[in-house]
T-cell receptor, first 115, second 122 residues
């Protein structure tokens, strides 16, 4: 039972354009969502997160949007750069306010930004 | 800078052999997770520990996998006997000790990942 799903295995965009990565979840207990970025031969690294009490969080070129009613979140990268080419994982937690809670990850989306 | 380390980085072995993967969490981190990355499943949680005690190992095939944390600086994941379907990249991640309620900050859910062990079972 895949509680966090990233339906697009890959996405290709032109440098300078917007990249939109999507994620859907089924567990209504999830209250915190994160995006991780992974380069080849490296471990995933944290990118940006959002609490379920918000619908948008922005950090530089990266913005995460949360639609709780649709159980959907998306990551927008504007403008996209070749260095953004990586696998992006969506993750969710039902941990409430406790740190160190387990995360449930999606399958990942390979983003390729073409110069 | 502080990082999670994993050894070995690559392991090729034959079916039936024992495999041991090691993880050194960041000093002061008290929660350690083991994940497996496959093409079809993404990142699957295998097991995790807090203060060296196992909290959840329901993601592991119990008959062949075992995870331990003999001390605060070392976590191990063993497969015995290994099978070709175990071929994957295995990641360890750690989380700093936090206070209840610390979850309100942006970074308190962040897990710090090691570089992974790529396992190939022939």
């Amino acid at each position: 039972d895949q509680q966090v799903k990233q339906n697009s295995p890959s996405l290709s965009v032109q440098e300078g354009r917007i990249s939109i990565l999507n994620c859907d979840y089924t567990n209504s207990m999830f209250d915190y969502f994160l995006w991780y970025k992974k380069y080849p031969a490296e471990g995933p690294t944290f990118l940006i997160s959002i609490s379920s009490i918000k619908d948008k969080n922005e950090d530089g070129r990266f913005t995460v949007f949360l639609n709780k009613s649709a159980k959907h979140l998306s990551l927008h990268i504007v403008p996209s750069q070749p260095g953004d080419s990586a696998v992006y994982f969506c993750a969710a937690s039902a941990g409430g306010k406790t740190s160190g809670s387990r995360l449930t990850f999606g399958e990942g989306t390979q983003l390729t930004v073409n110069p | 800078d502080a990082r999670v380390t994993q050894t070995p980085r690559h392991k090729v072995t034959e079916m039936g052999q024992e495999v041991t993967m090691r993880c050194q969490p960041i000093l002061g981190h008290n929660t350690v997770f083991w994940y497996r990355q496959t093409m079809m499943q993404g990142l699957e949680l295998l097991a995790y520990f807090r203060n060296r005690a196992p909290l959840d190992d329901s993601g592991m095939p119990k008959d062949r996998f075992s995870a331990e944390m003999p001390d605060a600086t070392l976590a191990t994941l063993k497969i015995q006997p290994s099978e070709p379907r175990d071929s994957a990249v295995y990641f360890c991640a750690s989380v700093p000790r936090g206070l209840k309620g610390a979850g309100v900050s942006n970074r308190s859910y962040e897990q710090f990942f090691g570089p992974g062990t790529r396992l190939t079972v022939l």
